[in-house]
């Protein structure tokens, strides 16, 4: 059984849902001409975006980050992604020397020692990248769903981030359900992890299988309480931010 098989599902309201999502991408799109990208983690919600700014030629660049700790099959969907839509990935990766003192300093397996080291490779391997994607732009898109967390129950169709920039959410009323009956829908490629109950797919060694019953994203950082549990990339806090970038640089 895949993840097709298993969670797609048809419900009702789900082609207004489509239309508003595309409303939302449009709006993006027309508001920000040039200066807007999709920061797309290459995960189901990020796929189905992805394909309706293909399908729609919209002009939304992507991009995505590239951590050096993501899963084979996750980092072989750009090439997918580019071959199949042929749009051009944009790719981020984090400083190599930054990354060589980190290693050397705390080891390969820092971010199981406390949730600091853990935020701070997030800052050096995620924030970092995610700051030279933007640093162009006046506006993005991400794949959140209130319903992917507790975290993320409040997520609006569209925000301001905590430098200025506006950051659309189109997906934000979707259901599990709503995501892969799209991509069932439209053939959309994903990520064959996700048939393996990974449904929340970060980084290898932070993400594993989910149970029966587990929440959505308990597969991720699961070693951490549940307030713990965001990379940094979607934390409005400036006193948790300043506190994880200020670890992302060389001594």
Same mark, same amino acid.
């Given at each position: 059984m895949n993840a097709v098989s298993l969670y797609a599902k048809a419900t009702a309201g789900f082609d207004a849902r489509v239309a508003n999502t595309l409303a939302v991408l449009q709006r993006a799109a027309a508001e920000h001409p040039g200066k807007v990208v999709q920061a797309t983690s290459l !995960?189901?919600?990020?796929?189905? $975006?992805?394909? $309706? *700014?293909?399908? =729609?030629h919209l002009p939304i660049a992507i991009g995505t980050l590239e951590t050096g700790k993501l899963h084979a099959q996750t980092?072989? /969907? *750009? !090439?997918? *992604?580019?071959? =199949?839509?042929? /749009?051009?990935v944009e790719v981020y990766r984090p400083v190599s020397e930054t990354v060589v003192h980190f290693v050397r300093e705390h080891g390969e397996r820092a971010m199981y020692q406390s949730i600091e080291l853990r935020k701070a490779c997030c800052g050096m391997r995620k924030l970092e990248p995610l700051s030279r994607m933007l640093a162009e732009r006046s506006a993005w898109v991400t794949g959140m769903r209130r319903e992917q967390s507790n975290n993320r129950g409040t997520v609006e169709f569209s925000e301001t981030d905590d430098k200025g920039r506006a950051k659309f959410n189109p997906l934000a009323d979707w259901t599990w359900a709503d995501v892969w009956h799209y991509i069932e829908l439209h053939q959309v490629p994903y990520n064959p992890l996700h048939d393996e109950f990974m449904p929340s797919i970060g980084c290898e060694p932070c993400t594993r299988a989910i149970a029966v019953g587990e929440d959505f994203r308990a597969g991720r950082w699961w070693w951490e309480d549940e307030g713990a549990k965001e990379c940094g990339l979607h934390v409005h806090e400036p006193e948790q931010t300043t506190a994880q970038v200020s670890m992302i640089g060389p001594a």
């Open positions: !995960g189901a919600e990020d796929m189905v $975006l992805t394909d $309706l *700014i293909a399908r =729609h980092v072989a /969907l *750009i !090439g997918t *992604i580019e071959q =199949h839509y042929s /749009l051009n």
